[in-house]
């Protein structure tokens, strides 16, 4: 039979996305027709006509009016006074005509370039000239004006110092002056810093503009909008998008690690298509809004992070609040690539990464694991596993086959998995048409022999702008998509990922991979017949296809009105295909086993999503100091889903489809669903002349959650910030660069948080196989579930914020310092009152609680910026802490809650509850004399000595409180190095986490058993008590963990060891070949090397226990972090 790609046999079986995939083709083919013919638009604009009644607003807000009803952009020189007030009447008149007007009897001349309009200062008469100018020698110069890349500045300010000779550069940054001789020019331009230059005898000079840093507001992208850095009164962090592109990682959520104040990444491991978590101040996983939208998590992991233009991470309910009943616990907001106007650039990059575990268990060979093992007999008197004439044989290996010492690691792994990237993006377009489209491919090889793991990922995204300034109307369109493609091993042991990780560490170097024959050996867990060919395996194909249509209306006659629409459709189809199955072993003499029969699953999980928003918005400015912004719409989403899940078991023939499987063994299940939400949004933002702001923040929000009459909830935030900067008595301290900045700004809000399972308001019923007959014919019975309430609602989160925004020394030192506290109410318990529970025979239903969870802690992140010369360099640092507890945990037994040592309520760091621990008895008459665990027999000198808590002379479970610190880190903080000199680059990242504990599992503590005895597999765990060695880090060998009555392992601090860590997080190196060897190339625009390494040094107490300090796996179970090492090249045209 031959076999089909699930791929296949999903289109096979729904005719809807064969439409679907069809659609999608023909959308994508027309939108690079449009994409290509944008590139080709030019609009002659010469005839545009305005129609403008304003009457005593300032010069730059007529301008403004005509670039949005046109496609013009104005070009002027700071000499031009914008802010003189004017009035105008006219109705559908060019623009010529309207300049003509404006300007007339003034000293502004213009020139009409294309879509430009230049504004200079009119020539002075030569008799207004003083006759000393006119006494000098005149010389004519010519000159370009760039910036720091090298690109032309159009409009920068030329003239002559102290004389009223000047000029502007045209569109290629290039100017021409009659000038004195030995002139001393000055060159300005808003955004850069004023240069003065003394012109000698060449005859034409280039000059590079530097960036003025006070004179540059970063916009920031939040909630339906976006704001400045320095006018913000929310707390907002912003990841720099170059950054997280250069990192060599498999996914974004890789490279965010350390890169801003209050985001928590934590990795569970490595190896194929992982993830990091994410957090926003130690909360639950953050809401993820792209280009507006909210999406699900996995559309943001698997985002290219080459088409991100902005990332930010808003933080409290002030810039939350817009978004209501899911942003509780922060978001994560991204605007991708969008086209440029000018001509077609094309850009490819290319990564080749190798990747390999950052730490690779140190495992002792045959002979010294048959050691401890006969020590950890003969420490309890029994006979010894190995003889003397056995481990003379594993000492000299001159009987591999039956005193085997093998490298299971070897065996099963290489030393490099090899990934790689390619990305092609095309962009370009003119003032009305701008495009913008990548396509992306990644792939991922595993680290395991014989290739069964692998991923694949594709992406591809075309975003369109056509802006028809002359209507006022603006439309933007994209379709964006990726498809997944992973597969894993799977046998009847287990054998997917992390279990052949895990029997890899387990396997004893004593037991053979191989029979005498060469065959796979019949033993459990054999890990190399787990990755084999022979075996099953594990297939998941995951599409996910978006499309969306904006559209944009400038409203003419109510000034700084906008209204907007916006539409998303989004489908997912995800299928995953388990075929398990193990290969044939044999034993030493070559008789195969019978393995077990295989058994096939498959999953089929469709979803499709509607999102639409309307909105308002209104942003003007009244007299120039009062600025007034206001939004106001509705959202409202709705999410379809079904899934289906069948399989057969105990196949008797070797065919991966279902049909062949035996219809007895037939399983199947479905479930489908319709999930809504809407939201009424509502802000206002108040700023008197960029000193004094105010806003608020308001959502009207329903889910289907809950029921009727429970839907709807209002949600809230206010926030202030003064810029004390700004204040006229700040004035010597700015002026002189002491303090540039200063700001203050608080908030407060509520948020809600619909967090439940879905219709838990609606009472279930059960089918029960128990039926009864009648007629004849057997009927089901249904059984009623649970207790259900209809007063549950939404659990409450309330947010202050209090920050300090500060730059000194003129803006070349930044930074920001934050105090934040969330108190999260509302949560749902069902009451435990046997009084009631036990006549009714099932729980009670859940009902509100008292019960408040809180987060509360600081943050800070700064940065130091210089330009000296050609060499340039950023240094900054970020760090956050926070403390997560129970103010009163509604889910804690009474019996605990009493207890103070033990009970959750008010408790802030630890890791849990145990004993603790004061190291070894160190003798016979020290076991004598003191406390001894209850149920621990056999002590003697080396054992786990405890502490007697309570003082009543027995050590029981009334002994044991709370240990440790967190067993997830509380504080996060990353320093970031970036370093550029004459197309040289280097950029470096370390990240760390402050203390937290690991707690060692079974096999860690020597206690995992083979063959009833113990085990010891780790080189570190050759550190064990003797009378030689009294402070080891492991007690005395035990021939069986339950000897002593298993006294050395029962839960205590004495197994808890410190994984804080600091980490070289990410390190590229490269060079601009664009800078000096293909200086000379026009038509290559950027052209680059590097390379890269990920997760390069670690430091940590854990690195002597062959611990990742950031798993939290206590066995040594999760395959580790990777470390990777990448080159890379990129090339523009």
Same mark, same amino acid.
Request: with cysteine; aromatic share 16%.
């Given at each position: 039979m031959k076999n089909k790609s699930i791929g296949d046999d999903y289109k096979l079986k729904n005719p809807h996305v064969n439409l679907f995939y069809r659609a999608m083709r023909i959308t994508t083919f027309l939108l690079f027709f449009c994409s290509f013919c944008a590139l080709a638009d030019n609009v002659n604009s010469q005839t545009a006509k305005v129609t403008i009644k304003r009457s005593n607003v300032t010069l730059l807000d007529v301008l403004n009016e005509i670039e949005n009803q046109t496609n013009y952009l104005f070009i002027y020189s700071n000499d031009i006074n914008v802010k003189r007030p004017v009035s105008i009447n006219v109705n559908a008149k060019a623009v010529n005509s309207v300049l003509a007007k404006l300007f007339a009897g003034k000293d502004v001349a213009y020139q009409m370039e294309g879509t430009h309009i230049v504004l200079t200062k009119t020539e002075k008469s030569l008799n207004e000239v003083s006759v000393q100018q006119q006494s000098k020698r005149m010389e004519n110069i010519t000159g370009v004006v760039l910036d720091e890349a090298g690109e032309p500045i159009i409009g920068a300010s030329v003239k002559v110092q102290n004389t009223t000779i000047g000029t502007i550069t045209d569109l290629e940054g290039k100017f021409k002056l009659e000038l004195p001789a030995k002139s001393v020019i000055e060159i300005s331009f808003i955004g850069y810093r004023t240069k003065t230059v003394v012109v000698g005898k060449e005859k034409h000079i280039s000059i590079y503009m530097e960036e003025d840093t006070k004179a540059l507001d970063e916009v920031i992208v939040v909630g339906y909008g976006t704001t400045s850095k320095r006018k913000t009164t929310a707390a907002i962090a912003s990841v720099n998008a170059e950054d997280i592109a250069k990192v060599p990682t498999a996914n974004i959520t890789q490279s965010l690690a350390g890169r801003a104040p209050g985001l928590i990444v934590n990795t569970s491991g490595g190896g194929i298509n992982n993830y990091s978590s994410i957090s926003i101040r130690g909360g639950a996983t953050p809401l993820f809004v792209i280009d507006d939208v909210i999406c699900e998590e996995r559309d943001f992991r698997n985002l290219n992070p080459e088409d991100v233009e902005q990332m930010s991470v808003l933080k409290d309910a002030a810039s939350t609040a817009v978004y209501g009943a899911r942003a509780a616990n922060g978001i994560i907001m991204v605007v991708t690539k969008q086209g440029k106007a000018g001509k077609m650039s094309i850009n490819y990059s290319f990564n080749y990464n190798l990747s390999q575990p950052t730490i690779m268990p140190d495992k002792l060979n045959s002979y010294d694991a048959a050691y401890y093992l006969n020590q950890g007999l003969a420490n309890d008197g029994m006979k010894e596993r190995f003889n003397a004439e056995e481990m003379e044989l594993f000492a000299n290996g001159s009987d591999p086959h039956h005193y085997p010492n093998v490298d299971w690691q070897k065996l099963a792994m290489n030393t490099f998995a090899p990934e790689q990237r390619h990305t092609l993006t095309v962009t370009g377009g003119s003032e009305k048409v701008k495009a913008y489209t990548s396509f992306s491919y990644y792939d991922q090889q595993s680290i395991y022999k014989n290739n069964t793991n692998n991923l694949q990922r594709y992406n591809y995204r075309t975003n369109l702008i056509a802006d028809f300034k002359e209507v006022g109307v603006k439309v933007t369109s994209g379709i964006e998509g990726y498809l997944t493609k992973s597969r894993e091993p799977l046998s009847t042991t287990g054998g997917d990922y992390g279990s052949v990780w895990s029997h890899i560490q387990n396997k004893l170097p004593w037991e053979n991979a191989y029979n005498q024959y060469g065959q796979l050996n019949n033993i459990p867990d054999n890990p190399l017949a787990e990755i084999s060919p022979e075996a099953g395996y594990s297939k998941g194909e995951i599409a996910t296809v978006k499309a969306n249509m904006g559209l944009e209306w400038t409203v003419p006659w109510v000034a700084g009105l906008r209204l907007k629409a916006l539409g998303n459709y989004r489908l997912t189809a995800d299928r995953q295909k388990d075929w398990k199955k193990s290969p044939v072993m044999y034993d030493w003499d070559g008789n195969p086993n019978t393995p077990s029969k295989p058994s096939l699953e498959k999953n089929y999980w469709n979803m499709s999503e509607y999102t639409v928003q309307a909105f308002a918005n209104y942003d003007r400015t009244f007299n120039v100091v009062h600025t007034v912004s206001a939004t106001a719409g509705i959202e409202a989403n709705k999410y379809m889903y079904d899934n289906a899940t069948l399989g057969r078991k105990e196949y008797l023939l070797d065919v991966d489809q279902i049909n062949p499987g035996p219809v007895a063994t037939a399983t199947n299940s479905s479930a489908e669903g319709t999930r809504a939400r809407a939201g009424l949004v509502a802000h206002l933002k108040y700023d008197y002349a960029s000193k004094y702001v105010v806003e608020g923040s308001m959502r009207y929000d329903g889910s289907d959650n809950f029921p009727k009459g429970k839907r709807w909830g209002v949600f809230y935030a206010g926030s202030a910030a003064w810029v004390i900067s700004e204040e006229l008595f700040w004035k010597n301290l700015k002026d002189r660069h002491i303090l540039d900045l200063f700001k203050i700004r608080a908030s407060y809000g509520e948020i809600g948080l619909d967090d439940i399972s879905a219709y838990s308001y609606l009472q279930s019923y059960n089918l029960d196989e128990r039926g009864y007959l009648l007629g004849g014919k057997f009927y089901p019975g249904f059984s009623e579930g649970n207790l259900v309430s209809k007063d549950i609602s939404w659990y409450t989160t309330r947010s202050t914020n209090v920050g300090l925004d500060f730059a000194s020394l003129d803006n070349r030192l930044s930074?920001?310092?934050?105090?934040?506290?969330?108190?999260?109410?509302?949560? /749902?318990?069902?009451?435990?009152?046997?009084?009631?529970?036990?006549?009714?025979?099932?729980?009670?239903? =859940?009902?509100? @609680?008292?019960?408040?969870? #809180?987060?509360?802690?600081?943050?800070?992140? +700064? =940065? &130091?910026?210089?330009?000296?010369?050609?060499?340039?360099? +950023?240094? !900054?640092?970020?760090?956050?802490?926070?403390?997560?507890? &129970?103010?009163?945990?509604?889910?804690?037994?009474?019996?605990?809650?009493?207890?103070?040592?033990?009970?959750?309520?008010?408790? %802030?760091?630890?890791?849990?509850? !145990?004993?603790?621990?004061?190291?070894?008895?160190?003798? =016979?008459?020290? +076991?004598?004399?003191?406390?001894?665990?209850?149920? @621990?027999?056999?002590?003697?000198?080396?054992?786990? %000595?405890?502490? *007697?808590?309570?003082?009543?002379?027995?050590?029981?479970?009334?002994?044991?409180?709370?240990?440790?610190?967190?067993?997830?880190?509380?504080?996060?903080?990353?320093?970031?190095? *970036?370093?550029?000199?004459?197309?040289?680059?280097?950029?470096?990242? &370390?990240?760390?986490?402050?203390?937290?504990?690991?707690?060692?599992?079974?096999?860690?503590?020597?206690?995992?058993?083979?063959?009833? $005895?113990?085990?010891? #597999? $780790?080189?570190?765990?050759?550190?064990?008590?003797?009378?030689?060695?009294?402070?080891?880090?492991?007690?005395?060998?035990? @021939?069986?963990?339950?000897?002593?009555?298993?006294?050395?392992?029962? @839960?205590? *601090?004495? &197994?808890?060891?410190?994984?804080? $860590?600091?980490? /070289?997080?990410?390190?590229?190196? !490269?060079?601009?070949? %664009?800078?000096?060897?293909?200086?000379?190339?026009?038509?290559?625009?950027?052209?680059? +090397?590097? /390379?890269?390494?990920?997760?390069l040094l670690t430091f940590s107490e854990s690195n002597k226990y062959d611990i990742d300090p950031e798993i939290g796996n206590t066995n040594l179970y999760t395959y580790p972090v990777s470390r990777v090492y990448s080159i890379s090249f990129n090339i523009g045209f």
């Open positions: 930074g920001s310092v934050e105090y934040f506290r969330m108190s999260t109410k509302g949560y /749902l318990t069902s009451p435990s009152n046997v009084a009631y529970t036990d006549p009714l025979g099932t729980s009670l239903p =859940q009902v509100k @609680s008292n019960g408040e969870s #809180i987060r509360q802690g600081g943050e800070f992140i +700064v =940065q &130091w910026k210089e330009k000296r010369g050609d060499f340039e360099y +950023v240094i !900054g640092a970020n760090f956050t802490y926070f403390d997560s507890f &129970w103010m009163n945990n509604p889910y804690e037994a009474e019996t605990d809650l009493k207890n103070p040592y033990k009970r959750t309520t008010h408790a %802030k760091g630890y890791w849990g509850i !145990g004993y603790e621990s004061l190291g070894y008895y160190q003798s =016979q008459e020290d +076991v004598m004399n003191s406390p001894k665990r209850q149920n @621990s027999v056999n002590l003697g000198a080396g054992d786990i %000595k405890y502490y *007697d808590f309570n003082g009543d002379g027995i050590i029981d479970g009334n002994d044991q409180h709370r240990i440790g610190k967190n067993s997830s880190p509380r504080g996060q903080y990353g320093i970031s190095i *970036d370093l550029n000199y004459k197309g040289w680059f280097m950029n470096m990242l &370390w990240q760390g986490a402050t203390s937290k504990d690991f707690y060692f599992g079974d096999k860690l503590q020597g206690q995992g058993s083979d063959y009833g $005895y113990l085990s010891v #597999i $780790y080189d570190f765990q050759r550190d064990v008590w003797t009378p030689d060695n009294r402070n080891a880090k492991f007690p005395r060998l035990r @021939s069986t963990s339950k000897y002593n009555g298993s006294n050395n392992y029962g @839960s205590s *601090d004495f &197994w808890l060891v410190n994984t804080g $860590y600091i980490r /070289l997080k990410s390190l590229n190196i !490269g060079y601009d070949l %664009k800078h000096k060897v293909l200086k000379r190339v026009p038509w290559i625009t950027k052209c680059d +090397v590097s /390379l890269s390494g990920y997760n």
